[in-house]
């Protein structure tokens, strides 16, 4: 009786932890639309499969980010979570959503502190997964802690995506491209 008691105990704790800006397996959800763009909740793996897979590996194959930076960001990513959106049909988001996530590999960063969402053209989804966080432009990756937003990385980098990263996540002032002073 007592591992019973015990055994619910620890499935309603379980479902009562929140986790905010991660993804299980089971919530990927992006399709292609009629126009071929990826929409939806995705993964790494999402970008594996064509017609993603051939600017994502060419990308993320030939990316080789700084040695230096990455151990500074390595020791400044505990307990940063990261809502990222792009779309499949935009140049910047082929250029910067493969070393994205060549950097996030990088550090080690956990996959399911990343959550990517594809847009379509609108910059939406059928969802409204976009609503409440102002995409205007993709990529956009947004960086929490606690669940409060630390900074936003927009587009391209002001230096290298992992050196933007890192002044995102060390509170050093990181402006991007678009924001106004």
Same mark, same amino acid.
């Given at each position: 009786m007592k591992k019973i008691i015990f055994l619910l105990a620890f499935i309603i704790i379980s479902?009562?932890?929140?986790?905010?800006? !991660? *993804?299980?397996? &089971? /919530?990927?959800? +992006? !399709?292609?639309?009629?126009?071929?763009a990826l929409v939806g909740i995705a993964n790494k793996h999402s =970008?594996?499969?064509? @017609?993603?897979?051939?600017?994502? !590996?060419? #990308?993320? &194959?030939?990316?080789? @980010?700084? @040695?230096?930076?990455?151990?500074?960001?390595? #020791?400044?990513?505990?307990?940063?979570?990261?809502?990222? =959106?792009?779309?499949?049909?935009?140049?910047?988001?082929? /250029?910067?959503?493969?070393? =994205?996530? #060549?950097?996030? +590999?990088?550090?080690? =960063?956990?996959?399911?502190?990343?959550?990517?969402? *594809?847009?379509?053209? &609108?910059? #939406? !989804? @059928? /969802?409204n997964l976009q609503k409440g966080y102002n995409i205007i432009r993709v990529p956009t990756f947004i960086f929490y802690k606690k669940g409060i937003e630390i900074g936003r990385f927009v587009e391209y980098p002001q230096k290298t995506v992992e050196a933007d990263f890192l002044h995102i996540v060390n509170g050093t002032g990181y402006r991007h491209s678009y924001q106004s002073n």
């Amino acid at each position: 009786m007592k591992k019973i008691i015990f055994l619910l105990a620890f499935i309603i704790i379980s479902c009562c932890v929140s986790t905010q800006n !991660t *993804t299980t397996v &089971s /919530e990927i959800n +992006a !399709t292609p639309n009629s126009k071929g763009a990826l929409v939806g909740i995705a993964n790494k793996h999402s =970008f594996s499969i064509a @017609p993603y897979k051939g600017w994502f !590996t060419k #990308k993320y &194959s030939s990316y080789h @980010p700084d @040695p230096t930076v990455i151990k500074k960001l390595k #020791k400044q990513l505990s307990g940063v979570t990261i809502k990222a =959106f792009m779309g499949t049909w935009c140049g910047d988001s082929k /250029e910067q959503t493969p070393v =994205f996530y #060549k950097v996030l +590999a990088a550090v080690d =960063f956990e996959e399911n502190k990343v959550q990517m969402i *594809t847009v379509n053209r &609108s910059k #939406k !989804t @059928p /969802e409204n997964l976009q609503k409440g966080y102002n995409i205007i432009r993709v990529p956009t990756f947004i960086f929490y802690k606690k669940g409060i937003e630390i900074g936003r990385f927009v587009e391209y980098p002001q230096k290298t995506v992992e050196a933007d990263f890192l002044h995102i996540v060390n509170g050093t002032g990181y402006r991007h491209s678009y924001q106004s002073n």
